[in-house]
Protein backbone atom coordinates (compact mmCIF):
# COMPACT_ATOMS: atom_id res chain seq x y z
CA UNK A 1 0.00 0.00 0.00
CA UNK A 2 1.24 3.37 -0.84
CA UNK A 3 -0.16 6.50 -0.19
CA UNK A 4 0.86 9.90 -2.30
CA UNK A 5 0.55 13.13 -1.26
CA UNK A 6 1.30 16.03 -3.77
CA UNK A 7 2.09 19.86 -3.24
CA UNK A 8 3.66 22.90 -5.18
CA UNK A 9 0.52 23.47 -7.77
CA UNK A 10 -0.61 27.13 -7.83
CA UNK A 11 -1.05 29.75 -10.75
CA UNK A 12 1.74 31.03 -12.53
CA UNK A 13 2.48 33.65 -15.75
CA UNK A 14 3.50 32.03 -18.87
CA UNK A 15 7.45 31.34 -19.04
CA UNK A 16 8.05 30.85 -15.60
CA UNK A 17 8.60 28.07 -13.04
CA UNK A 18 6.61 25.44 -11.02
CA UNK A 19 8.37 22.69 -8.63
CA UNK A 20 6.09 19.85 -7.83
CA UNK A 21 6.57 17.56 -5.38
CA UNK A 22 4.64 13.99 -4.47
CA UNK A 23 5.75 12.83 -1.36
CA UNK A 24 5.01 8.93 -0.74
CA UNK A 25 4.72 6.59 2.36
CA UNK A 26 4.02 2.91 2.56
CA UNK A 27 5.69 -0.38 2.99
CA UNK A 28 7.55 -0.80 -0.22
CA UNK A 29 7.96 2.95 -1.37
CA UNK A 30 11.58 2.16 -3.11
CA UNK A 31 10.49 -0.22 -4.45
CA UNK A 32 7.79 1.85 -7.23
CA UNK A 33 8.79 3.30 -10.36
CA UNK A 34 7.40 6.94 -10.66
CA UNK A 35 5.34 9.14 -12.90
CA UNK A 36 3.87 12.33 -13.27
CA UNK A 37 0.46 12.60 -15.39
CA UNK A 38 -1.95 15.64 -15.99
CA UNK A 39 -5.70 15.79 -16.85
CA UNK A 40 -6.82 19.53 -18.48
CA UNK A 41 -10.52 20.02 -18.46
CA UNK A 42 -12.45 18.17 -21.14
CA UNK A 43 -9.13 15.59 -21.82
CA UNK A 44 -8.06 12.54 -20.76
CA UNK A 45 -5.52 11.79 -18.55
CA UNK A 46 -1.82 12.05 -20.22
CA UNK A 47 1.55 11.17 -19.67
CA UNK A 48 3.96 13.69 -18.62
CA UNK A 49 7.26 11.91 -17.06
CA UNK A 50 8.08 8.13 -16.02
CA UNK A 51 11.22 7.76 -12.93
CA UNK A 52 12.66 4.40 -12.73
CA UNK A 53 13.27 3.43 -9.30
CA UNK A 54 16.66 4.58 -8.67
CA UNK A 55 16.25 7.49 -10.72
CA UNK A 56 18.82 6.55 -13.65
CA UNK A 57 15.57 6.33 -16.35
CA UNK A 58 13.47 9.01 -17.06
CA UNK A 59 11.10 9.21 -19.82
CA UNK A 60 9.01 12.48 -20.96
CA UNK A 61 6.13 12.89 -23.28
CA UNK A 62 7.02 15.25 -26.22
CA UNK A 63 5.03 18.36 -24.99
CA UNK A 64 7.16 18.35 -22.18
CA UNK A 65 10.71 16.97 -23.20
CA UNK A 66 13.43 20.21 -22.53
CA UNK A 67 11.00 21.83 -20.24
CA UNK A 68 9.99 19.56 -17.45
CA UNK A 69 12.66 17.54 -15.08
CA UNK A 70 11.38 14.58 -12.90
CA UNK A 71 13.42 13.51 -10.46
CA UNK A 72 13.56 11.63 -7.37
CA UNK A 73 14.88 11.61 -3.16
CA UNK A 74 14.92 7.77 -2.17
CA UNK A 75 16.07 8.83 0.87
CA UNK A 76 13.01 11.36 1.39
CA UNK A 77 10.38 8.99 0.12
CA UNK A 78 9.33 12.40 -2.56
CA UNK A 79 9.19 12.86 -6.49
CA UNK A 80 9.27 16.17 -7.98
CA UNK A 81 8.60 17.65 -11.08
CA UNK A 82 10.58 21.09 -12.05
CA UNK A 83 8.41 22.69 -14.65
CA UNK A 84 10.28 25.53 -16.84
CA UNK A 85 9.16 27.40 -19.49
CA UNK A 86 5.51 27.08 -18.67
CA UNK A 87 2.57 27.51 -21.07
CA UNK A 88 -0.89 27.90 -20.91
CA UNK A 89 -1.29 24.53 -22.48
CA UNK A 90 0.05 23.09 -19.64
CA UNK A 91 -2.96 24.43 -17.18
CA UNK A 92 -3.95 20.47 -15.78
CA UNK A 93 -4.48 18.95 -12.83
CA UNK A 94 -1.29 16.71 -12.31
CA UNK A 95 -1.24 13.63 -10.15
CA UNK A 96 1.73 11.37 -9.23
CA UNK A 97 1.28 8.08 -9.53
CA UNK A 98 3.11 4.82 -8.38
CA UNK A 99 4.25 1.65 -10.65
CA UNK A 100 6.26 -1.20 -11.08
CA UNK A 101 7.04 -1.16 -14.40
CA UNK A 102 10.21 1.59 -14.91
CA UNK A 103 9.39 4.01 -18.09
CA UNK A 104 5.78 3.47 -18.27
CA UNK A 105 3.75 5.68 -19.93
CA UNK A 106 0.09 3.90 -19.84
CA UNK A 107 -2.39 4.74 -16.98
CA UNK A 108 -2.92 1.11 -16.55
CA UNK A 109 0.76 0.59 -15.23
CA UNK A 110 0.40 2.52 -12.37
CA UNK A 111 -1.27 1.22 -9.32
CA UNK A 112 -1.30 4.27 -6.97
CA UNK A 113 -2.33 7.52 -7.78
CA UNK A 114 -2.35 10.72 -5.37
CA UNK A 115 -5.72 13.42 -5.53
CA UNK A 116 -4.05 15.72 -7.99
CA UNK A 117 -2.62 19.02 -7.68
CA UNK A 118 -3.96 22.31 -9.84
CA UNK A 119 -1.92 24.31 -11.73
CA UNK A 120 -2.88 26.74 -14.15
CA UNK A 121 -0.29 29.39 -16.02
CA UNK A 122 -2.14 32.48 -17.16
CA UNK A 123 -1.33 34.46 -20.84
Known amino acids: QVQLVESGGGLVQAGGSLRLSCAASGRTVSSYAMGWFRQAPGKEREFVAGISTSGGVTRYANSVKGRFTISRDNAKNTVYLQMNSLKPEDTAVYYC????????????????WGQGTQVTVSS
Open 97 to 112: AAGRVAGASSLNQYDY
